[in-house]
């Protein structure tokens, strides 16, 4: 199993950026992505999931209202949809992959595979 993020980049306050999660090598339809990100200095952060079975969403209070986390089943693929873009949200994102119903979706230790990263600088 592997995963792959891309689109990160440098934007302004208030703007927006995909992020794009690709996966591959999955056996299973009942598994969870999530996005997770940290700052420097600070630690891993869940920040949203989606779970393949339900199509059940969630989020972290902080970024609720302004990202979404959608699918593509058939490009295997998870997105992470950023809009009002704070310097607060300035980040290395990473998606990570579990099997099952995400209980506990914030707990980085209960995914099993992770993505490289990708950088998000949010500047004024």
């Known amino acids: 199993v592997q995963l792959v993020e891309s689109g990160g980049a440098s934007v302004q306050v208030g703007g927006s950026l995909r992020l794009s999660c690709a996966a591959s090598?999955?056996?299973?339809?009942?598994?969870?992505i999530g996005w997770f990100r940290q700052a420097p200095g600070k630690d891993l952060e869940g920040i949203s999931c989606?779970?393949?079975?339900?199509?059940?969403?969630y989020y972290t209070n902080s970024v609720k209202g302004r990202f979404t986390i959608s699918s593509d089943s058939a490009k295997n693929t998870v997105y992470l949809e950023m809009n009002s873009l704070k310097p607060e949200d300035t980040a290395v994102y990473y998606c990570?992959?579990?099997?099952?119903?995400?209980?506990?979706?914030?707990?980085?230790?209960?995914?099993?595979?992770w993505g490289q990263g990708t950088q998000v600088t949010v500047s004024s």
């Open positions: 990570a992959a579990r099997w099952g119903r995400p209980v506990d979706w914030m707990n980085p230790s209960r995914y099993n595979v």
């Open positions: 090598g999955f056996i299973s339809d009942d598994y969870a």
């Open positions: 989606i779970w393949s079975k339900a199509g059940t969403t």
